[in-house]
C-alpha cells in the first residue's frame, strides 16, 4: 500500500451519520499502491507495479454491467464499504488483479489515490453532456465538486464557476483556474448555466442549481447529502429542465481518470493538504467530523 485517501464518506460512517459503513469494515477504497504478490494464474500484473486500485466489484453478467454500466450493477460492491471487502486501511490490502488498474506517468503514485473521487466527477459531468460551448456551474467545492469541474474543463466547458461557502476551498478552486463564488453573499446568476452539478445534495443546493440553469438546461445530482429532499417543480416543468442522477464512475469512466490524472497535464498537488500515518488516521477522522479539518483531501501514507 502506498497512498490511501480519507472519503467523507468513510467519515460520515465512522460518526454514524448514514448506515452506508457497517461497523467492523475495514475502510479505504481511494486506493494507489505497488503490487507485492499475485495469486495463481494472474498473469496481467507483476510485482512492483504500480496500480490504481477500482473499488468496484460488478458481476459481469447483467445486462448493466455488459452495457459498460458497472456503476448501477445491482450485484456491485465495494472493497472498504462492506465487511466482506476489506479496505486499504491497512498496511496490506488483497485484491482482485481485475479491479488494479496500471498508473504509468510522470506524477508522483500518490496522485493515484485522487482517482476514485475524480472519477465520481467524469461521471457526472458524462451524465450533464458537458460539451464545448457550455457554460458550467458546479455547486459544492469538496473533491466530487473539484473533480467535476476538472472534468467539465477537460470535455472543453468554456465557462466553470464553483460555488462554495467555504473561503478555503474557493481558494483552492480558484488556484486551479476556476472562477469561485460565495453562495452566502453573492448572488449565483439565474439561468445562466447550460449544465449545474449539484454535488451537495440539500434542498436549497437542488434549487439553486435549478435556478442557474437556462430553459431545456440540465441538473446532475451527485450529492447525497440527505435520503429525502425538496424539488421546485416550476423550474422543472415551466422550464423544460431536466434533473439527471450520477453514481460512483463505470470501468470506462474510471480508465479515463486514471489516464488523465497519471499525463500529469493537471497539477493536482494542490488537492493533497495533508498526509497522515496509521497512527494519525483516527486523529484526522475525528477531526473532519467535529469540522476542525477542513483540508480537501487528507491521504493515509505508508512509508515504502
Ligand atoms: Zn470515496
Ligand atoms: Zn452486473
Not at 180 to 205: K, L, N, W
Request: proline share 5%; aromatic share 6%; charged share 20%.
Amino acid at each position: 500500500m502506498r497512498s490511501v485517501g480519507v472519503c467523507g464518506s468513510d467519515v460520515h460512517g465512522y460518526a454514524g451519520v448514514n448506515r452506508r459503513r457497517t461497523p467492523g469494515t475495514v475502510m479505504g477504497h481511494e486506493v494507489a499502491g505497488v503490487v507485492e504478490e499475485l495469486g495463481t494464474g494472474v498473469d496481467r500484473l507483476l510485482p512492483g507495479d504500480q496500480v490504481v486500485i477500482n473499488p468496484i466489484v460488478s458481476c459481469g453478467e447483467c445486462e448493466y454491467c455488459r452495457a459498460g454500466l458497472e456503476n448501477v450493477c445491482p450485484n456491485r460492491r465495494i472493497y472498504g464499504c462492506i465487511a466482506e471487502l476489506p479496505g486499504a486501511y491497512a498496511d496490506s490490502f488483497v485484491v482482485r488483479a481485475t479491479n488494479c488498474v496500471f498508473f504509468h506517468g510522470p506524477v508522483p503514485l500518490e496522485w493515484g489515490a485522487l482517482v476514485e473521487p475524480l472519477a465520481v466527477g467524469t461521471r457526472a459531468a458524462k451524465q450533464g453532456e458537458v460539451g464545448e460551448r457550455h457554460e458550467v456551474l458546479v455547486v459544492g467545492g469538496g473533491p466530487i465538486g473539484i473533480g467535476a469541474a476538472l472534468a467539465s474543463r477537460r470535455r472543453g466547458a468554456q465557462r466553470v464557476v464553483v460555488s462554495e461557502p467555504l473561503a478555503h476551498r474557493r481558494e483552492l478552486a480558484a488556484g486551479l483556474g476556476f472562477e469561485a463564488i460565495d453562495p452566502g453573499s453573492e448572488e449565483v446568476p439565474r439561468g445562466a448555466f447550460s449544465v449545474a452539478i449539484e454535488c451537495v445534495g440539500h434542498s436549497v443546493t437542488l434549487a439553486s442549481a435549478l435556478d442557474a440553469v437556462r430553459v431545456r438546461g440540465t441538473v446532475v445530482f451527485v450529492g447525497l447529502a440527505e435520503e429525502t429532499i425538496e424539488l421546485p417543480a416550476t423550474p422543472l416543468m415551466v422550464g423544460e429542465r431536466i434533473i439527471v442522477g450520477s453514481a460512483a464512475y463505470s470501468n470506462e469512466d474510471f480508465r479515463d481518470t486514471v489516464e488523465w490524472v497519471a499525463s500529469g497535464g493537471t497539477d493536482l498537488a494542490p488537492i493533497i493538504e495533508s498526509r497522515v500515518d496509521l497512527d494519525g488516521l483516527p486523529a484526522a477522522f475525528e477531526g473532519y467530523a467535529d469540522g476542525s479539518i477542513d483540508a480537501l483531501k487528507t491521504l493515509l501514507q505508508f512509508q515504502n
